[in-house]
């Protein structure tokens, strides 16, 4: 073995070997992407090819079969051939006509994400936006579709709150799209009956579920955080930090309906981490009051002249859904399982 030579320390060394491998890797996932992006736009002409051979001559299914043998003849070491994917093939060049939005943004996603929007959302704009969300979100094929699954495009932004009073632009639309109306607590399991802890602490042991429902760029911080004000001390059911905002952001539980005195309550706590918590470099704090059910018009007459950002809405648990149909609705694990057992069945379609 080589000794070490004193005029390259150890030192040196490592982070040379540690920059390397950074660079390598970053390499490899643009190489990565390059590719998918290539054979998506493969996938795209192929369909178009299909489209215009069936509005010409009339192809039907059995032309489709042969296509897919002979193609896997003619390259044996190539996934993606099957009838099947040259179905979705045909749907996704029907899906999406305009080739300039397939290379800029539709070929940014995997071809089992586009698999996904093709049999789950119909409308395209609607499809658009889930498409622009997972690149600027970095989604997985499952929490793709669970975004889709729980309507997210509904929900983003639809809470009622006093930003455009009390946040400059941008900063004030960009609060508002983080938060949403309602949000799906349906991981939970606690009972009818449950007090606002009993909320907190399920929200806290499935903290990763909670994050993923809140959205990207939220930090956990702290449950029941402490804050000591002229001697006397508060408690903040749960406090976060919004990494885009560059701000904290504190959430309220209720177990309720809203009342007015939430936001004189909320009010005070954003006000006291502002004071006592918040630093040079930050944003100023937001307010979240989470309650079972609001009423609109009470809420905007609450926050109309409060001076902090504060925005009121509301969550689901399990339990809200029809008797009937949360009998039936598949827990997370069995949906998870469910999933994989999908993509297993389609490998040699998906990338």
């Known amino acids: 073995m080589p000794k070490d030579n004193s005029l390259f320390p150890v030192d040196n060394y490592d982070a040379f070997f540690k920059g390397l491998k950074t660079r390598i890797r970053q390499a490899q996932v643009k190489a990565a992407l390059a590719v998918n992006k290539e054979l998506l736009i493969l996938y795209w002409q192929i369909g178009q090819d299909i489209l215009a051979r069936q509005q010409q001559e009339g192809w039907g299914a059995k032309v489709m079969d042969r296509l897919a043998k002979d193609l896997k003849r003619e390259f044996p070491d190539m996934k993606g051939f099957s009838p099947r994917n040259l179905k979705y093939m045909r749907a996704f060049a ?21 698999v996904r929007l093709l049999d789950q959302v119909k409308d395209p704009q609607q499809r658009l936006w889930y498409v622009q969300q997972t690149i600027e979100n970095g989604w997985s094929r499952n929490v793709l579709v669970m975004q889709i699954e729980t309507r997210l495009h509904e929900r983003l932004g639809g809470a009622v709150t006093n930003f455009r009073n009390t946040l400059p632009e941008p900063q004030s639309d960009l609060a508002q799209q983080i938060i949403k109306d309602p949000y799906n607590f349906d991981f939970l399991t606690i009972g009818r009956n449950a007090v606002e802890r009993e909320l907190e602490n399920g929200l806290i042991e499935r903290i990763r579920d909670f994050l ?16 000591e004000i002229d001697g006397k001390d508060y408690r903040l059911d749960l406090l976060f930090y919004h990494t885009r905002l560059h701000c904290h952001v504190v959430i309220d ?40 059910s609001k009423s609109k018009t009470t809420v905007e007459f609450a926050l109309d ?47």
């Open 94 to 114: 029907e899906a999406w006509p305009d080739e300039q939005i397939v290379q800029q943004l539709v070929a940014q996603i995997p071809w089992g994400h586009n």
């Open 212 to 227: 993923l429902e809140l959205g990207v760029g939220f930090a956990f911080i702290g449950s029941q955080y402490p804050l």
């Open 253 to 292: 539980l209720k177990m309720g309906e809203f009342e007015p005195a939430f936001s004189g309550q909320m009010n005070f706590y954003v006000s006291a981490v502002n004071h006592t918590v918040r630093t040079e470099g930050d944003n100023p704090t937001i307010g979240i009051i989470l309650c079972k």
């Open 305 to 351: 002249t409060v001076q902090n950002p504060i925005g009121v809405s509301t969550y689901k648990l399990r339990e809200d859904l029809p008797p009937a149909f949360k009998d039936s609705l598949p827990t997370a694990e069995q949906l998870e399982m469910e999933l994989n057992a999908v993509v297993s069945e389609l490998s040699e379609d998906a990338e």
